[in-house]
């Protein structure tokens, strides 16, 4: 509000829980309390910790409270060109921005250009075109949704197409809706657990905006309803992985 763009980093998203008042009432709120006479260009970066044996305390993917919240944009990207293109964007951004980072995909290597490039919050992008089905994810569902999209193809002759929605708000329904269109089958995956997933939220809207081209109820696929735990070999099972998506995308499909 004094004029700066400042970028925070919280290390695990788990804690801005912590700082739920400054995001949710104060970042979230001033622009339009003040009348639209002051901004809260602000970047939250907050790390996810699902699937290194972090525990329940620095492990929980919580971008859906987030997008309950009026006035904050949530971004999570799945690739490092994806990642440096929203992050730039972000900064630019006159909103205050979650951003939400996969501890997951910091290994990940992948092309990154040198020069300046931006991805306008707000859109999706097609990873993978298909014609029998299409999923939905973000952050680090999306390799293994893209893996699983393989084996369907190699296995069942099944062309899975793989939407991957990069910002959850504001959410780019209309690329969703035209590839359900096309597909007549959708699934919706995220590490997020199932209760009060932002899944629900997707699964409800491509419901309502393409029920007529739909020839399946729409499916959702997130973490066990449960804390996450710290052992790997139960946080294994806890997960989403390449096999469960394969199992759900035979049943969508009735393969």
């Known amino acids: 509000m ?18 739920s008042d400054q995001i949710a009432n104060q970042a979230g709120k001033w622009h339009y309390m003040s009348g639209a006479s002051t901004t ?16 329940g305390q620095h492990s929980q993917s919580l971008e859906s409270m ?14 490092p060109y994806d990642a440096k293109g929203l992050l730039k ?15 997951l995909l910091y290994g990940v290597k992948g092309p990154v250009p040198e020069e300046e490039y931006l991805i306008r ?52 329904l209309p690329t969703i809706v035209r590839s359900v269109q096309k597909t007549g ?4 995956c995220s590490q997020a657990i199932n209760i009060g997933s932002y899944t629900a939220d997707i699964a409800q809207r491509v419901q309502e905006e393409a029920f007529d081209y739909l020839d399946a109820p729409v499916l959702r696929l997130g973490a066990k309803d449960g804390i996450a735990p710290q052992a790997l070999n139960l946080e294994e099972v806890f997960l989403p992985h390449t096999g469960d998506m394969v199992a759900m995308l035979r049943r969508l499909c009735g393969v």
């Open 185 to 188: 089958k959708c699934m919706v």
């Open 89 to 103: 964007a972000a900064i630019r951004s006159n909103d205050p921005v979650m951003f939400v980072e996969s501890q």
């Open 66 to 79: 987030f997008c309950h919240i009026p006035g904050m944009v949530v971004v999570y990207p799945s690739t």
């Open 121 to 172: 919050l707000g859109e999706a992008d097609v990873k993978r075109a298909g014609t029998d089905a299409t999923v939905v994810g973000w952050g680090p569902a999306m390799p293994e949704l893209l893996a699983a999209a393989e084996l369907m193809q190699r296995d069942h002759g099944v062309s899975v197409e793989v939407v991957d929605i990069r910002t959850l708000v504001p959410l780019d």
């Open 2 to 19: 004094a004029g700066l763009r400042p970028v925070v980093e919280l290390m695990y998203m788990d804690f801005a829980l912590m700082a």
């Open 40 to 55: 809260v260009p602000l970047v939250i970066r907050a790390s996810v910790g699902g699937g290194k044996g972090y525990g």
